[in-house]
């Protein structure tokens, strides 16, 4: 066991390629500040916050598929279903659950899909999120519905001037810190991402580790589709579909490995803080949105492309 962890002890994840990413994003973000009017405006820093908050809860909800060696293509299906749940004709206490619910399950599935059935996880995953969104769209075919006061508040809201937004993020970094940096369960998930087959046989129990973390990995999904669906104060059954690969976007702009093993929280979030600013960056210029999913993956794959791998992959 003690081989093992050693491999999967450290939290770093990055190394030089990763890190000499970040000159030319910021130079960038640079440039776009100078072009981009209102970007560098008071109100504009108030805005951040909520605009930040989804990139992060979705890097955090992959980092935790991703640190077990997977990947998952449905959380943007959960974001979208999870709107339409909470803003259909149910009170608040039955909707919330049931969303809370859905996206459990549907984290279930793909992990006894990937484990048990041994399907690939890209194959397993695109395959829930393609159900899981024609099932958003049965629920509400347009966006409309009615979000419940309480979760509007919650996600527009703020507290002597602090937006609850940084709640939100904060709550969402503590507990995926808590998890994966000072539980037994993290240490498990990080050496089953490093050798399923080696954590087996110390007595690891990497099926249900596994499991847990496709599970997680949709609960982040459903609290994204929570906020949201407070955010916009309805039901949007598109609202998720780009997230799926802006989370792995996150992941390697933050320099966390994704092929597995590592865990690396701090990594997560300043990732997603990079490319909510990027994000804010466009909206301001009045790029279109098929362009800056252009950037968006030219991003992923040039900050991947400059991650040392050991075997091809991921």
């Given amino acids: 066991m003690s081989a093992l962890l050693v491999r999967t002890r450290g939290f770093a994840g990055r190394n030089l390629y990763t890190m000499a990413i970040g000159v030319p994003i910021l130079a960038t973000l640079a440039f776009l500040a100078a072009s981009a009017p209102g970007f560098l405006t008071l109100q504009n820093a108030v805005n951040l916050p909520g605009q930040i908050v989804p990139f992060v809860i979705v890097g955090v909800g992959q980092l935790f598929v991703v640190t077990a060696a997977g990947i998952d293509l449905s959380i943007g299906s959960v974001i979208s279903l999870t709107t339409c749940v909470v803003a259909s004709d149910l009170p608040w206490w039955i909707s919330v659950p049931a969303a809370l619910v859905a996206g459990t399950m549907v984290g279930l599935v793909n992990g006894v899909g990937v484990v048990f059935l041994r399907i690939h996880p890209l194959i397993m995953t695109l395959a829930t999120s393609t159900i899981v969104q024609g099932l958003a769209y049965v629920i509400r075919a ?4 009615r979000t419940p006061t309480g979760l509007v508040e919650l996600a527009r ?4 001037g602090i937006p609850l937004a940084l709640l939100w993020l904060a ?90 093993g590592v865990a690396n929280v701090p990594a997560a979030a300043v990732g997603g803080i990079m490319l909510g600013l990027i994000n804010n960056a466009m909206n301001y210029l009045g790029i279109p949105a098929f362009a800056q999913g252009l950037v968006k993956g030219a991003i992923l794959l040039l900050t991947v492309a400059v991650q040392r791998r050991a075997t091809r992959g991921l």
């Fill in 157 to 160: 809201g703020d507290i002597a």
């Fill in 142 to 145: 347009v966006p409309g519905g």
């Fill in 171 to 260: 709550g969402v970094l503590l507990a995926a810190w808590l998890l994966l940096a000072n539980s037994a369960f993290g240490l498990r998930l990080r050496a089953v991402g490093a050798d399923a087959a080696a954590a087996t046989l110390n007595g690891i129990a990497a099926a249900g580790t596994t499991i847990t973390a496709y599970m997680l990995c949709s609960l982040c999904g459903v609290a994204c589709g929570l906020y949201f669906a407070g955010i916009i104060a309805s039901a949007d059954p598109n609202i998720g579909m780009p997230y799926a690969l802006d989370s792995l976007t996150v992941l390697a702009l933050g320099g966390v490995s994704l092929a597995g």
